[in-house]
């Protein structure tokens, strides 16, 4: 069974950075594809990045497109999310998922098949 554990989560002041880190165990990390999703208080979960197997290959919801940055160490098999500039709007519980038989990306919650607990995010004005 795959295991996915976020770390780095925090409170941190409006424009301020995190890097969040997700481990994965459990199988071979290489062959997944790796996303990012955060759910805040009373709102459904959503997408926030995703990258391919190799790492080669990245995408972004709108909302957090030149300000987060996705990526992947397949030596330490882990996955990160660097956010910068952040948001109010973007405090929330962030999830890292892991996606089964994707040679590019995955981009919907429903295609991901593997899930961490979350780590949290707070962010002050």
């Known amino acids: 069974q795959v295991q996915l554990v976020e770390s780095g989560g925090g409170l941190v002041q409006a424009g301020g950075s995190l890097r969040l880190s997700c481990a994965f165990s459990?199988?071979?990390?290489?062959?997944?594809?790796m996303g990012w999703f955060r759910q805040a208080p009373g709102k459904e979960r959503e997408f926030v990045a995703a990258t391919s197997r190799s790492g080669g290959n990245t995408y972004y919801a709108d909302s957090v497109k030149g300000r987060f940055t996705i990526s992947r160490d397949n030596t330490k098999n882990t996955v990160y999310l660097q956010m910068n500039s952040l948001k109010p709007e973007d405090a929330a519980l962030y999830y890292c998922?892991?996606?089964?038989?994707?040679?590019?990306?995955?981009?919907?919650?429903?295609?991901?098949?593997?899930w961490g607990q979350g780590t949290q995010v707070t962010v002050s004005s």
């Open positions: 459990g199988r071979t990390f290489s062959i997944y594809a």
């Open positions: 998922a892991a996606a089964e038989g994707y040679y590019g990306l995955a981009t919907y919650a429903n295609e991901y098949d593997y």
